[in-house]
């Protein structure tokens, strides 16, 4: 018992650190493509993601404001007073010098004596006041070492910029609204075809059942790059040409052999006495599928419907082939961020907030419908 | 609410398997009829050919002198319990309960009526909002009945409808059952099993099925165990299973006596004409008919094992060869029996003679 206790408790370990670990592995990118798409671009050149979380400890150099036009006549002394920082920087100084050889020389407040009664002060704040005679004060002004922490520094400017600037170079907003019109209905409509195809397949009988289901099993794994190229002069010569309909009705070809399959799968584990019951209280097969059969299978449809809309809503290929033309009019998101990666290539906060509002609907799909997709999954195959 | 009629019924699967041959059988309306069998005697299938959920090679079925054969469930008058209950998960009771007549289009003050009326039978009311999921295995069986008797139908249908309950439940729900039936006269049902105290208590008459060969025999549930038509039947009713013993008719007459192989004499009350003597013959007896004796014996031997219950003790004695060990059932306790050599005999009536697999009496 004891050895059966062990091995059990080292495989809850090994469970426990494979979760960890995956979980790392997909977080760590993500979080990075989130922080990166809060931060300007002089940030995400000058340091890492992981460090604009915390404060930050730099070490820089700034010249006091030029004396010639700033400085102040007090009692035939004079002096020129003012912040090292803008306004609404909320920077610290912790150590400053005033020569290159001694950058931490002094402490915030200290009143630094320069020789020949010229005087210079720098507080935490940044405020500096530089005293000296008017020969002291001119010409350029003093340099300032100065060692400053300062407080992690975000910016919703990307997204502003993204979102709402109208920009087509940059703007996402009109692609984001695009890639739902695709993806939608292209969820949408192989459900509802694909469920009743199951049930014909899972309850119904009908000569030539079985070779249909061979069949759906047989164009599971039909390349959909094969069917491109003839779709679209199909789709050209009936006149539907390029747009919305003909993405929607290849993307549900694509995905209808995935959804019957496993709808049907699902379908056929129902319990035989509950259709049979059903039709012994004298329902008609449309009345069995639509009260029973619909109700039950939520888990299985659920879960297609999440798959079916995560790979439209990444899909490339097909929008490029059958919806985007030459007015660019129809481009959908995935394809707006390829020609950001040309535009933009340098300017990786746009392309990281890019990035991040494309993936955050199906985040957002995934965590909110997950636990269907788990069940709907063990329902489907191991039953 | 009506009588049942099958002839010639048969079902035959993908040509090949024969699984019921040749049923003929009159169910009468206000009957409760049982099938029981052995498990692949079909009895579940003939069961859901009266339902139409299985079609019928061959033969006819009218329910109410009317031709069914190919009549859709809905419409054949029927209601059925399955055995896995069948509820509807995503239902609550009361929706599981109204479904049909949803669907025969009731107005609402009619299906809330029947609906209360069937709870109120079965002690549902409490849980008629409930989904299936939070009830037990006996409110769900209760359920399943409520769902029957809601439509009131001519044939109640039920396919081994305790089997999933616990023993103290399926003795409660049995006497339900047949209370319900009492307050239901005129209701036909036929209830399928494979335990015989249900059959035996529930039914008015029941239906042997064998394997492959048809109806074993009908009957009242004691003319079944006390005159069963054939082998099958004899063996199949009543448990620890009749002995059989061989032998040869040595008188004939309004009794015949066989002479056992191995030794005893059994006198029966089954008739028999004198072309029968020296018939080669089986001898059967129930455990529980056996009394020990000093004299005149149908049965010695050593006794092997003893199980002492109680009430009875069970005597099981070694097997002649090729044969099932012979067992005998004396009331009361007895000990010190083991290796000992026992005499049994019976009484004349309750000696049955099989010749052939047929009995005597029935010929």
Redesign the interface.
Known sequence: MDGMAGTSSKLTWAVHISAVLLVALWLFPTVGLLVSSFRTADQISSSGWWASVFSSEQRTVIRTVDPDDFRIEENSAFAVTGDLFAADEEKEVIAWGTSSREVEAYAPGDLVDLGDGESITVDSEGTYSWKGNEEQLSGRGKRVFATVVSPPDFTTDNYERVLFSGDSTDGMAKTFFNTLTVTIPATIIPIVIAAFAAYALAWMQFPGRAILIASVVGLLVVPLQLALIPLLQFHNNIGIGKGYLGTWMAHTGFGLPLAVYLLRNYMVGL?R??I????????TDF?IFT??II??SFPAMASFAIFQFLWTWNDLLVARVFLIDATGETTVMTNQIVELLGTRGGNWEILATAAFVSIAVPLIVFFTMQRYLVRGLLAGSVK | MADIKLTDVNKIYGGKVHVLKDINLDIEKGELIVFVGPSGCGKSTLLRMI???ETITSGRLEIDHEHVNDV????RG???V?????????MTVRENMS??LK??KKSPQEITESVDRAARILQLEPFLDRLPKALSGGQRQRVAIG?SIV?DPKVYLFDEPLSNLDAALRVATRIEIAQLKEQMPDSTMIYVTHDQVEAMTLADRIVVLTVGEGIGQVGNPLQLYERPENEFVAQFIGSPAMNLLPGKIIATGKQTTVRIAGGGVAVSDAPSKSSDENLKVNVGVRPEDFSETKGDYIFEGEVDIVEALGEVTQLYFKAQKGGDPIIGKLAGIHSGLRGETVRLTAEPNKVQVFHEGKSLYYR
């Open positions: 319990p006495d509950i049979e019951n059903a039709k012994v209280d004298g329902a009345q009260k029973i109700p039950l | 339902a139409g959920l859709p469930p809905a419409q029927i209601a059925m399955f055995q896995s209950y069948a509820l509807y998960p995503h479904f049909a669907l025969a769902r439509r």
